[in-house]
């Protein structure tokens, strides 16, 4: 029976069959149990309401981060081409001014100044192919394989050309498969670095090295004139290259180091984990190279 008031009626009638019509009533009420009651029913109207602005609240943080990680996509996407507009088309175009301001020293002599229009030419052609790549980077980076070793070559190659300059490069341990973002930002480091000290070490030897035997380790040093410690740590005003190196080892959780004394040269270090520079395990290979060089500096 649902809760409420009720009468009981009862009549009866004799051995005679005389009914009593007036009968003898009893009033009484049922007690509502706790969840017929009103309070009950309005706390679970208000913890529905409750529940549903809770997942209202929810859906709309949600969306705020979707967007705001979107952003943030877009922000660091942004900053990328910034530093792979320094790192390839501004520095191209730079090399390329300087062979034309090399070539206006001495207008007078026509085969000087042939030799500087066809450097010239190659570097402009060098400047598109690297507005193509940059263009097609991100389809085109993730079939290339590792080249680390050729790519930081050819880096040393074309300082040789630009300056009197001692390269030498040393690799250790196989090359291995690398993501391609961390490949790329690698190179970019490296070149950055090769590039500084091609133009501002004013040094006679430059040497790159390459090691694979347990986490990715890139070393560039040369005998130059050294780096202000104030440069090395916060760059150079209006200019972006050690900004840019130290940002991209941070994107792929590396450790760059810049060591510098003043007349003595500089050397670059970055240190990338092995979980993140490599897509496998090391190679049985370069663990025995690595244990042969211990032993090789113990002198055994």
Known sequence: MPPGPYQFHVIACNEDGLWNEAGANLNFSVTPAYYQSLWFRLACAGLVLALLSALYRLRVRQIAEQMNVRFDERLAERTRLARDFHDTLLQTIQGSKMVADDALEDNADPIRMRSALERLSKWLGQAMEEGRSALNSLRSSTTQRNDLAEAFQRAGEECQFQRSMEFGLSVAGAGR????????????????????????????????????????????????????????????????????????????????????????????????????????????????????????????
Not at 219 to 233: F, H, M, S, Y
């Open 177 to 300: 498969e690398m993501h391609p973002i961390v490949r790329d930002e690698i190179y970019r480091i490296g070149y950055e670095a090769i590039r500084n000290a091609c133009v501002h070490s004013e040094a006679t030897r430059l040497s790159v090295e390459l090691d694979y035997l347990e986490n990715l380790i890139l070393r560039i040093r040369d005998n130059g004139k050294g780096i202000d410690p104030d440069v090395a740590t916060e760059g150079k005003g209006g200019h972006f290259g050690l900004i840019g190196m130290y940002e991209r080892a941070s994107r792929i959780r590396g450790r760059l180091t810049l060591s510098s004394t003043p007349g003595a040269g500089t050397e670059v270090e970055l240190v990338v984990p092995s979980q993140i520079a490599f897509q496998h395990p090391s190679p049985g290979r370069n663990r025995f190279e690595k244990f042969r060089r211990v032993l090789t500096k113990l002198g055994l």
